[in-house]
Every structure is written in C-alpha cells, then in structure tokens.
C-alpha cells in the first residue's frame, strides 16, 4: 500500500513536471519571442489596458512570457515566478478580451488555469525548489486562494461591461488585418472595436442601448489617413476658395470663375488655390491671362496653379500694387514688352512669391474661419478622411493659426483626428524658432478633450530650415541649394534629437537628400537617433542607396500624388524611363521601410485621398498619361494600407489606428463602390456613405443620410461651398 502511494507520488511529481515544461515552453515560443523582436508593438499590437504605455506594457509582457516561465521549467522560485505570468493571463482574460467568443479567450483562460494549478500544487520533486525547500510557503499559498477568488468572480461577473454602444452589421469589411481579414459585422464601444466578425456573435453584444446600423451590403474599411496634408490652414482658407478639383473643361472653370465673381462682394478676391492640372481639362491647356480678365474684369482674381504659376487679372493686380520696379527673391514677375505686369507669377526657384501674393487677401473673421473649418473637415469626411497629419505650411503661424482647430477640439467637434507639425516661418530665424517651441510644448499632447489623440502636436517640419527648401517646380530645374545649408540645418537637428521630437523635412530630389543624410548621420554620430521617428517627405527621386540610409537611422517617407498633376512635366524634363521609377515606392515597400501615403493638398494637390489612390492604382496621371508599367503597380490593398496602417506610424499611432479591429480607434468608413473590384477611373467618383470617427456618426448621405448630424451653412453666404459641390469626382461632381 504504502509502495503504491509513494509510485502515485512520483506519477504525481512527472505530471507536474511535464506540465511545466510543456506549458512553460509554449507560453516562451509562443507569446515570448516574438514581443522581444517587435518590442514596440510595430508588427503586432500589444494591449496596454492598464495604460502605462506600449513599451511598458512590451516589457511586462517578457517578463511574463519569457522569464518567468524560465523559472517555472526549472522549478526555481516556481511558484513566486507564476505570478507575473497569472497577471498577464488574467488581466488578458477579463480587461482585453473577457467580451469576446469563448474562441478567442479560451486561450488567456487556459493559461491562467494551468499557471493557477503550478502555484497552488508546486513544482514538484523535480525541481529546485524541492532540493532547497522542504514544506510550501503559507503566504504563497494564501495567496493562490486569493487568485483563485479573482479567477472565480471573474467568470461570474455580468457581461454588460462590453455591451456595445453601435453595431454596424451585414458589411462587406475589408479589415486590413491579417489575422481576420474579412469580417460581416463590427461592434464598437466608447470610441473603440471591440468585436470584429461575424453578424451572429456581434448579437452578443447586443443591448436594448445599442445603435444598429444595417450597411446593406457596402463595403467598409479603416478610416483614410492623410500622411501629408494641410488642413489646418486649408480649414482656415476654405470658405473663401473656388475648386477646380475635378473639372474637366477651362470653359466649365471659366464658367465658374465669372459666376462666383458675380456673388463676391466689392473687397474680396475671387481665388482658386490648387488641386487642379491643365491636363485634367478637355483642352490639356491652361487658361490664358485674356480669358480670366475677359471672365472677371472687375473682382481681383487669384490661381494658383501647384507651386509653380499664379494668374492674376488686371483688378488683382491693381489690389496688391505690383508693377515694373516690384520683386521677389522668391519667385519673377512677368513684364510684358513695355514693362508692365502681365498678370503671370512665376516660382523660380522658390514658391516663396506665390506665398507672399496670396496672403495679401482678405481673410475670413474669427467666426468664418471655425465656421469654415467645420465644412473642411466635413468634407474630408466625405472623402472617407478620418485622420489626417498635419505638415505646417508657408503663413501657418504657431500658435495663432492653431488656435481654431483647437478650439474646435476642445469642444468635441473636430472631426478629422489631427496630427500636426510646427513649421518654420521666418528665415534666419528657423533655430530660434524651435528652440522656443522646445521649450513650451511637448509632443503627442492631446487637447482633444472628447477623444484620444484628437489634435496633438507631433514634432517639427516640414520645412526646418528655408536653406533646406528643394521646390518640387517640375516646370523650372531642380534648384540647388547653398553651401551654408548644413550649417543652418546640423544645430537643429541636434537640438531636436536632443529634445527627442520627432521632425519631418521637405525633401523631393536626390540630390538634396544625399545632403540632409549626411548631416543626420553626423548628428546620429553623437545625439543618437535610438528610435526617433523622423521622415523624409516626398522623395520622388531618392535612391536605392539613400533608402538604405533612411532606413539604418529609422526614418520613414510619407509619398504623395505630386507626380499626378506634375508628371507631365517631368516627362518632359526627365524623360520617361526616370519617370517610371518615381518616386520609387515599390523598393520603399520591399525594404520594409514605413511608408504613408497622402495628397499635400490643398496648395499643389487635390485633398481628395482617391485621387492618390488612383495614381498608384493606376499608376497615371490626372491627364491619364502612363506613368508606371502595370506589373510595378501595388495591389489596391496594399494601397490602402498605405493611406491607413502605413500612415498611422507617421504619428506613432500604429497600434491604435489604421485596422479594424478588436481594440483600435473606431474610425470607420462605408463606400460607395467596391474598391477592389470596380475600373481604375472609377476610383476618382469614390466617397464614404458614411464615416464613423471615434465611434460616432460624423458624416452621412444617399440611403444613410437620416444618420447624418450636419453643419451649419457656410459663411459668409457668398461661399463657394455654398454654391458648388466643392471634389468628389470628375463625373459624379455636378456643379450647380
């Protein structure tokens, strides 16, 4: 009798010994490994519930998976080393995914009884513990009996913690998630998913609260997020612009010009700032100074045309005074043969005269200017934009120009999340500048007071020393910058490594990267980088060797659709064969560097994100000139990840925005199309039927438009936006 309890004994302590090798063992290759290869959470989201921070919450996570589990397989300290890992299990259990099917929480659950059962059993004989330690520990013991209670009323507690305040079912959800990649239903709770999948379990999360919204089929995905654009000045600005985005004949934008001039009161301008091409138009011509003095003699009229061209009429230029003995550094006034200005501004080599020019006009009040915001960012989400990063821009003062959109902010009613940048105005004074925005801010601060990371300062950029600026003037050669560049550009850098922001910097030829990127090794040579996340905006045409560069130090490039409404002309500069391989996105993607995609809307580009989109699907231009053979092009879901999970890193937010999926912001769109599957050229006619941001309805129309919670009209009541449908796509925009 006696021999058979004591061979029970030794089965017993070989079954414990099994146990923690086996389950140990699991939980290191696992769940261990890999959080040490992605420490910062860049491939796979790691959840921090307790919200003490990724990286934190990364190392917790290795003690618990890899260290830990070390000491139980040697049954060392074996039941004291369980209680990392029971922590981890636990709080995975009931904070991250106790609202989630039994198929998805089994495995916390699992791990957290076998962990229990070591801590309240022991390591057994064969262990070290056993050679050192003859009796258990009481107050290990005592404290098992507590785990046991959590574990317990854990499994009893009522699930209305995770019943959701909106589902959205019967969709078509491209997820950009690997491990769910196509889901019918998402629920979402308190600005945040918290289930992704099928319709049947999305019931679970049901209440008599619940807003359900039946998608009827749509497809929807992660909210579009502009790497690149600048919608706080754009937002400003807005209310006063005439858009010629989408139109396709200059007798149509003529059209417009003249019916817009007949509204606009005596003392304002009639403007158009960017967002078209000559190609998109049926002529493939500008418009000619005699044509927009015979269509609006009497109003001053500004275009700007990208960064290269301003037209004036004769009214306009009698407004700002220029004639024969006016100039710019910047930029050229065309004289005609008796020396008067014909109307023509040209930027050579510097787009500085087309700045100077355009903020000579009028400007919206206070009231105009939030009034004026709140359409911009409607209109971006009609466009399915969501987030957008903020680049600075030319006459964006800080903190001034800000303080709109903060407000806004501060209010709940900014409704595109913003990441922005602090962009240096004043030349000579770009060092001085950051040192006090060093000083008085920090980045990642949010002032969103209804949501997270709403409207928070980033870092610096993008033009960090006016030394530095390389204009993308396709239509002028490249400009070549001075000797003293480095000098002016090495101290800020330093200085903002050292202050640990983040900066961007406005770099479109090779030439001038080569540059930037020895001063940045320099710096990196005694203010380490160590994870500063920096990018290089633009890069149409670094090299092979340069992305190297770009990628030891860390960096990332946000891409835009320059070459959209520029490529022509490159063509003609550059030839074809250069234009085929700029930017050189694809060797981008395949040298695993972060790349996002956006517009530079809305002074060169169109804000419309399909119309980046549509370049890279397409690979042509806005004239449908071939820019990329076919077999270089990305698939049109690797394109969204550009505009979503791939821009997400520009504002280190990848691990909360950019999927659909179970903890990410529950920003959300529903399309109108079917992106995957419709004609290239349809791609310029999509939008969002409705746009979900922080898990609330911000925009709706068509069948949905009984879910939309509007704006007030624009003001002043002359607006264009009152007058015109403002982009939406060449054929479906109808201009009234």
């Known amino acids: 009798m006696i021999l058979n309890k004591n061979k029970l004994l030794a089965n017993n302590d070989l079954a414990l010994l099994f146990i923690r090798v086996a ?98 059993a022991g390591p057994g004989k064969y262990s070290i513990d056993n050679i050192r330690f003859k009796s258990p520990d009481k107050k290990i013991t005592q404290l098992s009996t507590v785990l046991l209670t959590v574990i ?63 998608a009827q089929g749509k497809m929807m995905i992660p909210g579009l997020n502009d790497s690149h654009l600048h919608h706080i000045r754009g937002g400003l600005n807005y209310n006063l612009e005439l858009r010629w985005d989408g139109v396709t004949s200059i007798k149509r934008a003529l059209e417009m010009l003249k019916e817009q001039a007949n509204r606009t009161p005596e003392g304002q301008w009639v403007r158009v700032v960017g967002g078209w091409s000559e190609f998109q138009f049926e002529e493939r011509r500008l418009p000619t100074l005699q044509e927009i003095n015979e269509a609006v003699p009497d109003k001053p009229v500004f275009i700007l045309y990208l960064y290269s061209l301003g037209f004036m009429n004769k009214a306009g230029l009698e407004y700002v005074g220029y004639d024969s003995l006016t100039s710019y550094p910047g930029g050229e006034i065309q004289l005609d043969s008796e020396g008067i200005p014909t109307g023509l501004l040209v930027a050579k080599p510097s787009a500085l005269i087309l700045y100077s020019t355009l903020v000579k006009g009028p400007s919206l009040t206070r009231e105009e200017q939030i009034n004026s915001t709140m359409q911009y960012m409607r209109e971006l989400n009609r466009l399915g934009i969501t987030s957008a990063i903020d680049a600075g821009g030319g006459g964006q003062y800080y903190p001034n120009n800000y303080e709109v959109a903060q407000q806004l902010a501060k209010e709940g009613k900014l409704t595109v999340r913003t990441a922005y940048y602090l962009f240096a105005q004043k030349k000579g004074k770009e060092l001085e500048s950051f040192k006090n925005w060093t000083s008085q801010v920090s980045p990642r601060h949010n002032d969103d007071l209804f949501k997270p990371n709403g409207y928070m300062m980033h870092g610096a950029g993008e033009n960090l020393t006016w030394a530095a600026a390389d204009f993308e003037n396709f239509l002028e050669p490249r400009p070549h910058l001075g000797e003293h560049m480095e000098g002016e550009l090495k101290p800020i850098i330093e200085l903002l490594v050292s202050k640990r922001w983040p900066f961007r910097i406005h770099a479109t030829y090779g030439e001038s990267i080569e540059r930037f990127l020895d001063v940045f090794e320099e710096v990196n040579d005694s203010i380490p980088f160590d994870g500063l996340r920096w990018i290089v905006d633009h890069g149409e045409t670094v090299t092979d060797q340069q992305l190297e560069r770009i990628k030891n130090l860390g960096g990332g490039i946000a891409i835009q659709n320059r070459m959209a409404f520029q490529g022509e002309y490159f063509i003609d500069r550059y030839g074809a064969q250069e234009a085929s391989n700029t930017p050189p996105f694809s060797k981008m993607i395949d040298k695993g560097l972060p790349v996002g995609l956006g517009t530079d809307g809305t002074r060169v580009s169109s804000y419309n994100p399909w119309y980046s989109i549509y370049w890279l699907a397409s690979g042509k231009t806005m004239g449908g000139t071939q820019l990329y053979p076919r077999e270089r092009l990305l698939s049109r879901e690797s394109i969204l990840k550009l505009m979503t999970r791939g821009s997400a890193w520009f504002s280190s937010e990848e691990n909360v925005k950019g999927s659909i999926k179970k903890g990410m912001y529950a920003d959300l769109i529903l399309l109108n199309q079917d992106f995957l599957s419709i004609d290239d050229e349809k791609i310029k006619q999509m939008e969002s039927l409705l746009t979900i941001v922080n898990g609330k309805v911000v925009f709706a129309q068509n069948e949905f438009s009984y879910l939309d919670p509007g704006v007030p009209s624009a003001i002043p009541k002359w607006s264009p936006v009152n007058y015109y449908q403002s982009i939406g796509g060449q054929q479906k925009k109808q201009i009234r």
Request: include cysteine; proline fraction near 4%.
């Open 23 to 120: 389950v140990s063992m699991s939980m290191i290759i696992v769940h261990g490994f890999k959080k040490v290869i992605d420490i910062h959470g860049t491939i796979e989201h790691i959840p921090d519930p307790l919200g003490i921070g990724n990286t934190a919450s990364a190392i917790i996570s290795i003690i618990a998976n890899i260290v830990a589990p070390v000491f139980v397989i040697l049954g060392y300290k074996a039941r004291l080393a369980t209680i990392p890992t029971l922590g981890v299990t636990l709080t995975g259990l009931i904070l991250v995914h106790w609202g989630d099917p039994l198929a998805v929480r089994d495995v916390p659950y699992l791990y957290s009884i076998v962990f229990l059962f070591i801590l309240l």
């Open 152 to 214: 317990v009323l854990a499994s009893c507690s009522d699930k209305e913690a995770m019943q959701a305040d909106l589902i959205v079912k019967n969709a078509n959800i491209i997820t950009l998630d690997d491990e769910i990649p196509r889901a019918s239903a998402v629920a979402i709770k308190e600005g945040e998913i918290i289930y992704v999948g099928n319709e049947e379990l999305a019931e679970d999360y049901k209440s008599e609260e619940t807003r359900i919204i039946d």
